[in-house]
Antibody, heavy 120, light 107 residues
Framework: EVQLLESGGGLVQPGGSLRLSCAASGFIFSSYAMSWVRQAPGKGLEWVSSIDNSGGRTYYTDSVKGRITISRDNLNNTLSLQMNSLRADDTAVYYC?????????????WGQGTLVIVSS | DIQMTQSPSSLSASIGDRVTITCRASQSISVYVNWYQQRPGKAPNPLIFAASSLQSGVPPRFSGSGSGTDFTLTISSLQPEDSATYFCQQSYSMPWTFGHGTKVEIK
């Protein structure tokens, strides 16, 4: 059974930093691209970032470019999201998401999410 | 960016009703649309990928169709546990984008 367990969320002041982690199990982690998707309170879903299976290619939505870095450790089956220069509009639940094997087939497993609150 | 416009934003239906949710893309995206169900306080649950393929373990009352710019998610016979918000998502080109969601309530 695929399991994705996020951690690292919390309250941070504007301009601060936070590092999210996602521990993956139940599948061959190094074979799948992974993503982060966020959801602001009471709002819809927003794709944040993706990384290919090897970690060689990364992708970001425009609003986080230069502030957020996605990375992975295929030896320890861990996905990370380093978030710097945080803003109030980064406040959201952040989901670790596993992509389907075939490119463009969307996401097939979601973690339970970790809440990030950016506020003074 | 590709915009995904969902309609309606909410609906109320009775148990056993057939429910249809539509999603329109701002440009042609072939069949690269996926659907997710999100119950309150829970993570999204994948339902459909590539417009019409059912994710493993999803009840067959859920189906998807469409290609190009217009897509539909259909629940053939609404059940109490289907009360949720449904999102479409395009995976044709990055940035991946989602529709704003359709909230389905049970009368």
């Amino acid at each position: 059974e695929v399991q994705l367990l996020e951690s690292g969320g919390g309250l941070v002041q504007p301009g601060g930093s936070l590092r999210l982690s996602c521990a993956a199990s139940g599948f061959i982690f190094s074979s799948y691209a992974m993503s982060w998707v966020r959801q602001a309170p009471g709002k819809g879903l927003e794709w944040v970032s993706s990384i290919d299976n090897s970690g060689g290619r990364t992708y970001y939505t425009d609003s986080v470019k230069g502030r957020i870095t996605i990375s992975r450790d295929n030896l320890n089956n861990t996905l990370s999201l380093q978030m710097n220069s945080l803003r109030a509009d980064d406040t959201a639940v952040y989901y670790c998401v596993k992509e389907k094997k075939k490119a463009r087939d969307g996401f097939d497993s979601w973690g339970q999410g970790t809440l990030v609150i950016v506020s003074s | 960016d590709i915009q995904m416009t969902q309609s309606p934003s909410s609906l109320s239906a009775s148990i056993g009703d057939r429910v249809t949710i539509t999603c329109r893309a701002s440009q042609s995206i072939s069949v690269y649309v996926n659907w997710y169900q999100q119950r309150p306080g829970k993570a999204p649950n994948p339902l459909i990928f590539a417009a019409s393929s059912l994710q493993s373990g999803v009840p067959p009352r859920f189906s998807g169709s469409g290609s190009g710019t217009d897509f539909t998610l259909t629940i053939s016979s609404l059940q109490p546990e289907d009360s949720a918000t449904y999102f479409c998502q395009q995976s044709y080109s990055m940035p991946w984008t989602f529709g704003h969601g359709t909230k389905v309530e049970i009368k």
